[in-house]
């Protein structure tokens, strides 16, 4: 790969499984809404450039079929991977340790409402985590 340029691979590295982390992350995590996604987070203990472990999730209460499920995280997944460089181009690093992107939506959406969503709440996380900026748990949770 040349210097510059970027790597649009979601990794292994880069799925959060363990059943440890995912508990604090939803136990100790700060987390808000936009309409069809919620992201919740835990801050990484220094500014990094390392990409943060993410989970996908979509709700079985809402897709009953597997089918439905399986598309919505595969857009999820494929929306982070074509915007992460958002988080990893930060001047000085960013602070997400662990992020969680869940669909909360009741109907499928297009890819572009989807990807548009989530750049959203990259660009939103970001001004939450950045150095000054009000603390992470005064943003407003919603369900």
């Not at 999820?76 to 869940?102: D, T």
Request: proline share 8%; aromatic share 8%; with cysteine.
């Amino acid at each position: 790969m040349t210097p510059g340029a970027r790597s649009y691979a979601f990794p292994k590295e880069e799925h959060l499984c363990r059943k440890k982390l995912i508990d604090e992350l939803f136990g100790q995590g700060s987390s808000f809404g936009l309409y069809p996604l919620r992201l919740v987070w835990r801050p990484a203990p220094a500014p990094t450039t390392a990409p943060p472990q993410v989970l996908v999730s979509v709700s079985k209460r809402n897709f009953k079929r597997a089918v439905d499920r399986n598309y919505l995280k595969r857009l999820l997944r494929e929306a982070y991977r074509l915007n992460k460089y958002r988080l990893l181009e930060v001047a000085g690093g960013h602070r997400v340790g662990q992020l969680a992107i869940i669909y909360t939506g009741k109907e499928k959406k297009p890819f572009a409402v989807v990807e548009n969503k989530l750049i959203s709440g990259l660009e939103r996380l970001l001004r939450a985590t950045e150095p000054g900026a009000a603390s992470p748990s005064a943003t407003s949770p919603t369900a």
